[in-house]
């Protein structure tokens, strides 16, 4: 159980277009999902909390503008990243919150390519 | 704000040996709950082992056990008999309960399971 499902595993595009990955919970109902980004060997950096039926939370100096978070239902959350630009290059996990304890179950990743 | 530090940047282990990663924590709840999760080559994360600071005993989950020392914010996470699908970053991660429910990641510790 807890399976996180993400979508695309792989996108490059052109500078300036926008893109959409999904995030889905294929075996739970997720109320809070998160969107992090994660550079080379690095640690996750959280973006933003998700929230079925309301506004992202974002973090601090995160452009909410720039990453359009979308939680459309109990299953489902979307982040677009519009007008890319190659430093918007990065990978890009989802995760779900699931039961009491606050555990997060992951998404295998979008690795997001902006030429 | 709560704080996590992995000291250790890498690791590396013959297999079949133990190894102990150490994880440290800064944080003013007396309620929260700390992971550990493993990020392979394929950068999945995956939950390895969950502790309640509530719960005295440490967690085990087969060959993967934690040493929680509540008192002075440790929690060091060992493994036995290492294996080379082993091989991964390891973050050390907390969440407080109630709250906000974010994960705070430490930076990770890059473990090599050598043959």
């Known amino acids: 159980g807890a399976v996180v499902s993400q979508h695309p595993s792989r996108v490059i595009c052109k500078s300036g277009t926008s893109v959409k990955i999904e995030c889905r919970s294929l075996d739970f109902q997720a109320t809070t999902m998160f969107w992090y980004r994660q550079f080379p060997k690095k640690s996750l950096m959280l973006m933003a909390t998700?929230?079925?039926?309301?506004?992202?939370?974002?973090e601090q100096g995160v452009e909410k503008d720039k990453f359009l978070i979308n939680h459309a239902s109990l299953t489902l959350s979307t982040l677009t990243v519009t007008s890319a630009h190659p430093e918007d290059s990065s990978f890009y996990i989802c995760?779900?919150?699931?039961?009491?304890?606050?555990?997060?179950?992951f998404g295998p990743g979008t690795r997001l390519t902006v030429l | 704000a709560q704080t996590v530090t992995q000291s250790q940047p890498e690791m590396s282990v013959q297999e079949a040996e133990t190894v102990t990663l150490s994880c440290t924590y800064d944080?003013?709840?007396?309620?929260?709950?700390l992971f550990w999760y493993k990020q392979p080559p394929s950068r999945q994360m995956i939950l390895v082992i969950r502790?309640?600071?509530?719960?005295?005993q440490n967690a085990t989950e087969n060959r993967f056990s934690v040493n929680f020392q509540k008192a002075a914010k440790s929690f060091s996470l060992k493994i036995s008999d290492s294996q080379l699908g082993d091989t991964a970053m390891y973050f050390c991660a907390f969440t407080a309960q109630g709250g906000s429910e974010k994960l705070v990641f430490g930076k990770g510790t890059k473990l090599t399971v050598n043959p």
């Open positions: 944080t003013s709840e007396n309620n929260y709950y």
């Open positions: 995760s779900a919150r699931w039961g009491l304890r606050n555990e997060q179950f």
């Open positions: 502790q309640e600071a509530y719960k005295q």
């Open positions: 998700s929230n079925e039926g309301s506004k992202a939370t974002y």
